[in-house]
């Protein structure tokens, strides 16, 4: 059954803070929202807090409280050289076991992010460009075996805004490769990231419906039909101060920006959203249906 989620993103630091997540958990309560996209260590140690134990009790809270949980686990950006191996055996059985103990504790879903080579300003790999795509398939073919069928669990898969257009053979991210394995595929086509001119706009974040809107639709009607498909489509919005000039300079994203952001999601068929802000603060104004200025 798809999961329609509304979701914002907490990072490590906060979800371990009890003061900051009652506060998240009161914005959930508040607005609209009813899941969260929470980071967990994804190399060695403890998952969330410093026992499972206490991270099973902190999210049994969460989830009584109606709350659908979200584990966000970083696949190969990380390691002693800054950027593990996506080839390496040994790190995707690492990440299927980070996976696992991520339901174990009491998480309903598990989301990968940078399951990629490295891009622009990152480190580089020495694999051919023509092999990164079918090893980034490889990876997510292990991630259905042993994670979501085996723990009979969604789990689901972040990609570049672009791929949406088409496929990105030198990270390896092919949207195609990715609905046919994941139960929900979770693309981020923040407007800020689109260039100047993109879908005849000449400042995408300045509209953020017509830029996510034209993104999510283009993509969709290429996979759409595709007769292995089992994901459902669900977005990353962009819920942080950045314009589309280059360079880049700070813009601010009110809560108008976002919930037109919805609006487009909502309108391009998608099951849900996850607002991204890297430091987790959020305004209440953005994810209500009436807030003041933008009466219902």
Same mark, same amino acid.
């Given at each position: 059954m798809t999961t329609v989620t509304k979701a914002v993103y907490v990072n490590?630091?906060?979800?371990? =803070?009890?003061? $900051?997540?009652?506060?998240?958990s009161s914005l959930v309560q508040r607005t609209e929202l009813n899941s969260l996209v929470i980071d967990v260590r994804s190399d060695e140690g403890a998952l969330l807090h410093a026992r499972d134990e206490e991270t099973r009790a902190r999210l049994g809270a969460l989830r009584e409280a109606g709350i659908y949980l979200i584990a966000?686990?970083?696949?190969f950006k990380g390691g002693p050289r800054g950027w593990y191996d996506p080839g390496s055996e040994v790190r995707w059985r690492e990440i299927a076991e980070i996976s696992l103990r991520a339901f174990d504790v009491g998480f309903d879903e598990v989301?990968? =992010?940078?399951? $990629?080579y490295g891009a622009a300003r990152e480190p580089r790999s020495r694999t051919p460009v023509r092999e990164r795509a079918p090893t980034i398939r490889a990876f997510f073919e292990y991630l259905r075996a042993e994670v979501g069928d085996a723990a009979s669990r969604p789990i689901s898969a972040d990609l570049f805004g672009i791929t949406l257009l088409g496929p990105l053979d030198g990270v390896g991210q092919r949207l195609e490769d990715a609905v046919e394995l994941f139960d929900y595929v979770m693309p981020m086509p923040y407007p800020s990231h689109w260039e100047p001119g993109s879908f005849g706009l000449a400042n995408p974040a300045h509209h953020p419906y017509e830029t996510v809107h034209a993104a999510l639709s283009a993509g969709w009607r290429r996979v759409v039909d595709l007769p292995g498909r089992i994901a459902s489509l669900r977005s990353w919005i962009q819920a942080f101060d950045l314009d589309s000039s280059r360079p880049m300079r700070r813009y601010k994203y009110t809560p108008w920006h976002i919930q037109e952001q919805i609006r487009a999601i909502e309108d391009a068929g998608c099951a849900g959203y996850a607002a991204w802000n890297p430091r987790s603060k959020y305004e209440v104004g953005a994810f209500v249906t009436a807030w003041p200025g933008n009466p219902a």
């Open positions: 490590f630091t906060a979800a371990r =803070d009890a003061d $900051r997540m009652n506060r998240i966000r686990v970083v696949a989301n990968y =992010d940078y399951v $990629r």
